[in-house]
């Protein structure tokens, strides 16, 4: 991966405590990206820490045909936090392969092939999720990829609605989308494609990989807007940096165990890390605290910019996953933070910087960070 700090100046990153990172050299940064959501509850959470330790302790791995507690543990827990009738959990080991599952079983249970994403969308990089990317930047070199995938202007009601027919398998949508620029779908739209696909048989599937476990200030971003999905997909925050994703489906969409699976999926220690991740996020209530952290650290930044007069478009977002539009690109506001105020963050094309700090960060942290965002753009 291309990256706009480690060219200029290698941050050799030894170890994490919350919302910071520290360099090899003692260098402390304070980490408004969490490695792209993933750090949900900050670096080196001591309950993570703790459950993968006495489970490592206890087994690493058994195949996942014999069934073990905490994996049992883990499919309850994900059951009873799914959205109404998305209790059927099928587990794996990245975000892609959760959007592969989906693929997989969208047409399975519709017998139809069609799939329906979005401009700007980002799904992953292997070949099924990738064809439902928008990017050419990503796609050109690997085509032909796992096609039939038609692309429709994200928020455009009208638009979905020419492309979804009898043919239509299912629509992928981020409820926000990331990687495009953070730029969330609105409450309509979503409750329009939910309505759409229903009239043609077709599964609406929620990518929430990114916007998932608590980051916009609901723990799933459809529940923020009302519209539960046939599919939604979750990964990234979900085992706080141990891979794990997770296909969560509809009884009609649930597909027969011997049809789909991997040999790592549900690994022991893997799921005890989501299952300490799980209840923390569950327990002391992080996405109302994403929520109202994050109204904060936008109200800051948009007051900051109009006061110091910054070279800053727009403020958007949901909850803790924020992108601030700035005028002159957003790599070199990224390498300034990082070089001069020792700030991370990350983009989102060319001209977003996207917020997505650990949800542990407090309004001392979004003071922190607006006040170094300020000194490298006013
Ligand atoms: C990161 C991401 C993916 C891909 O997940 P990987 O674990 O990198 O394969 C898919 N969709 C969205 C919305 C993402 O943010």
Redesign the pocket.
């Known amino acids: 991966m291309s990256g706009f700090v480690f060219n200029e100046k290698p941050i050799n990153i030894e170890s994490g405590e919350g919302a910071y990172l520290y360099g090899s050299d003692g260098t402390e940064y304070l980490d408004f990206g969490a490695s ?2 993933v750090a949900a509850l900050g670096h080196a959470h001591p309950a993570v820490t703790d459950a993968v330790q006495k489970q490592a302790e206890k087994l690493t791995y058994v195949q996942a045909s014999y069934p073990v507690d905490v994996r049992t543990e883990l499919y309850e827990k994900l059951a009873a936090v799914a959205p109404d009738g998305l209790e059927n959990v099928w587990l794996c080991n ?4 959760a ?1 592969e599952a989906a693929m997989k079983f969208a047409r399975s249970a519709t017998d139809r092939s069609k799939i329906i994403a979005t401009k700007r969308g ?4 292997t070949m099924g ?1 990738l064809a439902m990317t928008w990017k050419d930047k990503y796609k050109k070199p690997f085509e032909p990829l796992a096609g039939d995938v038609e692309f429709v202007t994200y928020g455009d009601e009208a638009e979905l609605a020419e492309a979804i027919d009898e043919e239509t398998a299912a629509v992928f949508l ?1 409820p926000v989308q ?2 495009g620029g953070i730029h969330p779908a609105g409450t309509e739209y979503l409750q329009t494609a939910r309505k759409l696909t229903e009239e043609a048989g077709a599964a609406l599937a929620f ?1 929430e ?3 998932g476990i608590g980051r916009t200030g609901t723990l799933w971003a459809c529940e923020g807007a009302g519209v539960t999905p046939d599919i939604l ?1 979750s ?2 925050g979900i085992a706080n940096g141990l891979p794990l ?1 997770a296909t969560l489906v509809a009884d009609w969409i649930a597909e027969n165990p011997g049809n789909h699976g991997s040999t790592f999926s549900g690994g022991p220690v893997v799921c005890a890390a989501a299952n300490a991740t799980l209840d923390t996020i569950v327990e002391e209530d992080y996405p109302s605290h994403a929520a109202a952290v994050g109204e904060y650290l936008k109200a800051e930044l948009e007051a900051a910019a109009e006061e110091h007069d910054l070279p800053v478009r727009d403020v958007r977002g949901q909850g803790l996953m924020l992108g601030v539009q700035v005028k002159r690109g957003a790599n070199r506001v990224l390498k300034n933070l990082a070089i001069s105020e020792q700030v991370l963050a990350l983009p989102a094309g060319r001209t977003v910087v996207r917020l997505l700090p650990p949800l542990v960060v407090t309004e001392g942290h979004a003071d922190e960070f607006v006040e170094s965002f300020v000194e490298v753009t006013k």
Request: proline letters at 0%.
């Open positions: 792209y959501a990245s975000g892609t392969e959007n980002f799904h992953g990089r999720a981020e990331g990687e990518d990989i990114q916007t997909t990964a990234k994703g």
